[in-house]
């Protein structure tokens, strides 16, 4: 059984370019989850995708999109970078089911993202 | 909004006692509730969870109590050994407005350290 990996792990990028970050899900898993972790703070939900659909966002703006794949593989993507933007980004894989309150995140080492 | 809340940035215990980790949420929506451990340069690890219908949850050292009331929920490590040093988050979620999956809320995380 293989875990959530995610690519790169680290990325340096200016203001203004585009970032697409990767995700490999949990073998069997068929949701996955962004998070954006700032120094200093817990992860912060930004959207989530069930089987190919968007099934949720938190408080981010329209320039951070994503998409899933059939073999439930993701990425990240963020346009127009911010200064704010840098932060640890972390991918959470889940089995949602029958029953929402046995559902885990399974997470990833993260993307370090640094935006100067 | 931080909706969930961990008020102790940072935690002291030494070898063998108890460890006792706080948090506090707003939304009196949520209703499953778990904790992760990280250390430096790894993505979150699950540890342990909650649901509303219960007030106490044990797996091994970790206990986990829930008050609804008081919308507080605790994680006990006893007794706490040095490879516990870590940053420990509590996450919560509610009921989806939007599919089937949870979206997590985390708090700010505490820094636990045990002493040898």
């Known amino acids: 059984e293989t875990g959530v990996t995610q690519s790169p792990t680290h990325l340096i990028k200016t203001r203004g370019q585009q970032v697409t970050l990767r995700c490999s899900s949990q073998s069997g898993h068929n949701t996955v989850s962004w998070y954006q972790q700032a120094l200093g703070q817990g992860p912060q939900f930004i959207f989530q995708y069930y089987r190919e659909e968007e099934n949720g966002r938190g408080n981010f703006p329209p320039r951070f999109s994503g998409l899933q794949f059939p073999n439930y593989s993701s990425e990240l993507n963020v346009n127009a970078l911010e200064l704010d933007d840098s932060a640890l980004y972390l991918c959470?894989?889940?089995?949602?089911?029958?029953?929402?309150?046995?559902?885990?995140?399974?997470f990833g080492s993260g993307t370090q993202l640094s935006v100067l | 909004d931080q909706q969930v809340k961990q008020n102790s940035p940072s935690l002291s215990v030494q070898e063998g006692r108890i460890s006792i980790l706080n948090c506090d949420y707003t939304n009196s929506m949520f209703d499953y509730f778990l904790w992760y451990k990280k250390y430096p340069a790894e993505g979150p690890t699950f540890l342990i969870s909650?649901?509303?219908?219960?007030d106490k949850n044990e797996d091994g050292r970790f206990t986990v109590f829930l008050n609804k009331s008081a919308k507080h929920l605790s994680l006990h490590i006893v007794p706490s050994q040095p490879g516990d040093s870590a940053v420990y988050f509590c996450a919560a979620s509610a009921e989806p407005t939007q599919g089937p999956g949870n979206q997590f809320y985390f708090g700010t995380g505490t820094s636990l350290t045990v002493i040898p």
């Open positions: 909650i649901s509303s219908i219960k």
């Open positions: 959470a894989s889940s089995l949602t089911g029958a029953a929402r309150i046995n559902e885990k995140l399974f």
